[in-house]
């Protein structure tokens, strides 16, 4: 009589030991079927305005609230908006399309249609996520269970049990993450009008004044590339060592500006010179280095107009155009997402160069000018480069896709976008005012097409007089 007493304590704590392991084992891989799940997943994607957005969940977090997570063209960024749940979303954005619903939008001040179609993508975006990813991990799931199943060679009914049961507590894990402790993301996603609600603005850091005097005398200044440096044309009387490296011509427009208003007009603009190379940054240029153009800017503490020419070497134009003209055609895939990408950083490069203008002290005029149209409709002297009207058709919608970010960018801050006019005057015309393939700067202004420039930008002038 007294075995039972003693087996009894014995055999319940080492069944439910068993259970216990059991259980434990199997949320377990339930857990890291959900995280695996949330890995692999594809992120949705949506369309806002035509722009591509991508949404799907961070990394699951340890922490119960805090960050999502951006991917801006490669870089991860934590959004300043935090978001309940261990569950996060996470947005990418690979590239910046411009196009006439996005133009419209901005032109009218209709913000309230875009902010609502961006938010309710958005959300929409993360429902379907959190949807897809229910199933993908539903499926690991089945696999795992299954094999297991399999291996230990269980009866069908148990084997159906459980695989019901491991469904039934992944898709509870999902409910938890992304439906209850996640509820409020929804809601969140769909307070984001624009990126910088997503991560912040940046604070701005001033170009530091150039050394060296005050350039009182000069009344406006020109920075920017080769276009505006004449390159190719007259060099300059007295040229110095960084005029000769900058490839700055005497027939610059700068030049004809200086003449026509009887002022001094200093041109820093240089051939080769990016925003982030040559605007906001020095220039390397062989043995001679270039401070940053709006730092020696900063100089001319009187000047009341600043002009910019810029955007070409951003976007590679000059090698966009070598492509086009050795490929057989110019509108392929593998150039238009190079042209894309270029672009894309250029416009993110092309906001911070804004918000520098807008913080210069002196508040001069800002006139931000587009680029003119090499070609025209007669391409026949092109024939021999290998540039086709259908190629230069495909050329010249990009060059209207970056005057179009230069124009918006302008209007928005504030500024004058310029548009010179070379109208029956291209490379295969009588008087062309671009410079040709057997000339020295192919593609950039001749005289002609300095002076037209010129008469553009004389337009938009304030008095130059101080």
Same mark, same amino acid.
């Given at each position: 009589m007294r075995w039972f007493p003693r087996r009894f304590p014995?055999?319940?704590?080492?069944?439910?030991?068993?259970?216990?392991?059991?259980? /434990? %084992?199997?949320? =377990?891989?339930?857990?890291?079927t959900v995280w695996l799940a949330v890995r692999i997943t594809p992120l949705q994607t949506v369309s806002v305005a035509g722009q591509t957005?991508?949404?799907?969940?961070?990394? #699951?977090?340890?922490?119960? &609230?805090?960050?999502?997570?951006?991917?801006?063209? +490669?870089?991860k960024i934590p959004t300043r !908006?935090?978001?309940?749940?261990?569950?996060?979303?996470?947005?990418?954005?690979?590239?910046?399309?411009?196009?006439?619903?996005?133009?419209?939008?901005?032109? &009218?001040?209709?913000?309230g249609q875009l902010t609502m179609t961006v938010s309710g993508k958005l959300a929409s975006g993360w429902l379907h996520y959190g949807l897809w990813e229910t199933a993908v991990a539903a499926g690991l799931i089945l696999l795992a269970l299954a094999a297991w199943t399999g291996v230990r060679r269980m009866p069908p009914r148990r084997t159906l049990t459980l695989l019901v049961t491991g469904v039934a507590v992944v898709c509870a894990l999902n409910a938890v993450g992304f439906?209850?402790?996640?509820?409020? *993301? #929804?809601?969140?996603?769909?307070? /984001?009008?624009?990126?910088?609600?997503? !991560?912040?603005?940046?604070?701005?850091?001033?170009? #530091?004044?150039? $050394?060296? #005097?005050?350039?009182?005398? !000069?009344? =406006?200044?020109? /920075?920017?590339? $080769?276009?505006?440096?004449?390159t190719g044309n007259r060099p300059l009387p007295h040229p110095g060592d960084l005029d000769k490296a900058c490839r700055r011509?005497?027939? =610059?427009?700068?030049?004809?500006?200086?003449?026509?208003?009887?002022?001094?007009?200093?041109?820093?603009?240089? @051939? %080769?010179? *990016?925003?982030?190379? +040559?605007?906001?940054? !020095?220039?390397i240029?062989? @043995?001679?280095?270039?401070?940053?153009?709006?730092?020696?800017a900063q100089r001319a503490a009187n000047a009341s107009v600043i002009i910019v020419s810029i955007g070409a070497n951003d976007v590679r134009w000059a090698d966009l155009v070598r492509l086009c003209a050795a490929s057989p055609s110019c509108d392929d895939k593998a150039s238009t997402a190079f042209f894309q990408h270029r672009l894309t950083r250029f416009t993110l490069d092309y906001q911070?160069?804004?918000?520098?203008?807008? @913080?210069l002290k002196q508040h001069p005029k800002v006139l931000i000018n587009e680029y003119y149209d090499p070609f025209g409709p007669d391409t026949g002297c092109l024939k021999d480069e290998g540039l086709t009207p259908a190629k230069a058709k495909a050329l010249e919608s990009r060059l209207a896709a970056l005057n179009t970010v230069l124009r918006e960018g302008a209007e928005r801050a504030g500024f004058t976008a310029v548009r010179p006019l070379f109208a029956g005057h291209g490379l295969c015309t009588e008087q062309p005012y671009v410079q040709g393939p057997t000339d020295r700067a192919p593609l950039h202004p001749t005289a002609a097409g300095q002076l037209a420039i010129a008469v553009a930008d004389q337009r938009a002038l304030p008095p130059l007089h101080g």
């Open positions: 014995h055999r319940l704590p080492r069944r439910f030991l068993i259970v216990l392991a059991g259980s /434990v %084992g199997f949320a =377990a891989a339930a857990l890291a957005v991508e949404v799907g969940a961070a990394p #699951p977090a340890l922490n119960l &609230s805090g960050p999502g997570e951006l991917d801006l063209f +490669g870089q !908006v935090d978001f309940d749940g261990p569950i996060r979303p996470r947005l990418k954005l690979t590239h910046i399309a411009t196009n006439d619903q996005v133009a419209k939008l901005l032109r &009218s001040g209709d913000h439906y209850l402790l996640a509820s409020s *993301t #929804p809601r969140a996603l769909q307070h /984001v009008r624009s990126l910088q609600d997503l !991560v912040g603005r940046s604070p701005l850091t001033p170009v #530091p004044r150039a $050394s060296g #005097p005050v350039l009182g005398d !000069v009344r =406006a200044v020109v /920075v920017g590339d $080769s276009t505006a440096a004449g011509s005497a027939d =610059a427009y700068a030049r004809v500006l200086a003449a026509n208003n009887r002022a001094k007009v200093q041109n820093l603009a240089c @051939s %080769g010179a *990016t925003i982030r190379d +040559g605007l906001l940054g !020095v220039q240029l062989g @043995s001679q280095v270039a401070p940053p153009q709006m730092s020696e911070k160069l804004l918000r520098q203008l807008a @913080s």
